[in-house]
């Protein structure tokens, strides 16, 4: 509160020295033009005498004794001014005009935040005192239903499907991220960054898988905007999984330049260019194989060997699904790294590393402990469903670059 008047108190200080001069400069005018005044009469009235003297209506001695009466009538006058106007005028005369003014800017200016402020919250102490002690800020979910109801009220709003969107995201809700992304995508058209973020969203909701709808919004994006970074490095991945590598190879050769400043990020875009190099050189150009060829081992990296108990042979059919991820101990459920074969591969070994990170910063390397993790759908979805075929080991030590023996034996209930 105390720093709260200070300031006030120099603001008001500051407003008084710029009328200040203006009020005293005033008064010493007043005083000067009086004394012209004075001085412009007794012109005129000596004037007058030298008319009657030469007229002939005063005499000598009349004419001498009148002009002497008034060069001493003016000489009291200018005196007087120069002695009882500087006690008096610019004493008080000089000064009274600013002690008002001063007296009104201050009365002004508090009366006038009385009114308009909010003085209250000058002492926060107070302002807390006076708060109701069960009242609470609303909480996050509060806050979401009123952004909801508003939506259902206004569907047009764009903003708000923005921010319900990139909330849902923090929430790793995403799901329904995906939902009002979407709503957001239908109402702005052709937006890369939106498209984008759609994209981001119903891939993260589908555990990384970008095939499908994530695919055409990705390509029509990075059409769109072909200079832009997200862009480009999510198309890189689209066409990494579906086994376009010579178009991945473009996309992250592209964004390799704008990334001069990020050297983490080159890091990564380097090892993508050299995966996808390497399976373009074992698949060749014209093919699009579903297990990516092995890489060699770049920086961080944890090698699985992956098996089906004998118990679940059976219930297995050739052309089903495998995926072999590697996600974090704690946090989000995304994968880190994955790579996708078929039952009609096992058993496999895989290397899963930053080359196959599903998210840019979402790397392998930034997490000391991960589960790793096969899992056979039967559906074919990368989201895992009741009925498909797990198995897990956790935690595993990312550092440690030993091999993890991995065997599908359990049913997701």
Do not use: C
Request: zero cysteines; glycine letters at 6%; aromatic letters at 4%.
């Amino acid at each position: 509160m105390t720093i709260f008047w200070i300031i006030t108190a120099v603001m008001i200080l500051a407003a008084l020295a710029f009328i200040a001069p203006s009020l005293l400069r005033a008064s010493e005018l007043r005083e000067s033009d009086r004394d012209k005044q004075n001085v412009v009469i007794a012109r005129e009235r000596l004037a007058d005498l030298n008319r009657e003297h030469a007229a002939g209506s005063l005499s000598d001695e009349e004419y001498e004794q009148t002009k002497l009466e008034l060069e001493q009538a003016l000489l009291i006058d200018l005196e007087s001014s120069a002695g009882a106007d500087d006690a008096a005028g610019s004493g008080k005369v000089g000064l009274l005009p600013l002690l008002f003014s001063a007296l009104f800017v201050v009365a002004a200016t508090i009366s006038v935040y009385l009114y308009l402020g909010t003085p209250q919250l000058i002492d926060r102490e107070v302002t807390l005192a006076q708060q109701p002690a069960n009242e609470k800020l609303p909480s996050i979910e509060e806050m979401m239903t009123t952004l909801v109801e508003r939506l259902k009220e206004n569907p047009e709003d764009a903003e708000g499907w923005y921010l319900l969107g990139r909330t849902y995201m923090a929430m790793k809700d995403y799901q329904r991220a995906a939902f009002a992304f979407d709503k957001l995508n239908q109402l702005v058209s052709d937006q890369p960054s939106i498209m984008l973020a759609l994209a981001d969203a119903l891939a993260m909701s589908a555990g990384g898988d970008m095939q499908g709808r994530p695919t055409e919004l990705i390509r029509k994006a990075v059409t769109l905007a072909p200079e832009d970074q997200t862009a480009l490095w999510l198309a890189g991945m689209v066409e990494n999984q579906s086994g376009n590598y010579a178009r991945a190879l473009e996309h992250w050769r592209q964004l390799k330049p704008m990334l001069a400043g990020d050297p983490d990020s080159t890091q990564q875009v380097d090892r993508l260019i050299a995966t996808a190099e390497r399976q373009l050189t074992t698949s060749g150009p014209g093919s699009a194989p579903e297990q990516p060829a092995a890489a060699a081992p770049s920086g961080t990296a944890i090698t699985a060997r992956v098996s089906l108990s004998a118990e679940l042979a059976a219930r297995v059919k050739p052309e089903e699904r495998l995926f072999i991820y590697a996600r974090a101990l704690e946090g989000p459920k995304m994968p880190l790294a994955a790579v996708r074969l078929k039952a009609s591969d096992l058993p496999a070994t895989v290397e899963l590393s930053d080359a196959q990170a599903m998210v840019p910063g979402m790397n392998l390397s930034k997490f000391p402990q991960v589960v790793v993790g096969a899992r056979i759908s039967r559906s074919g979805n990368a989201i895992a469903a009741s009925g498909d075929l797990l198995g897990e080991v956790s935690p595993v030590t990312v550092s440690d670059q030993a091999v993890v023996e991995l065997v599908i034996d359990s049913v997701v209930p």
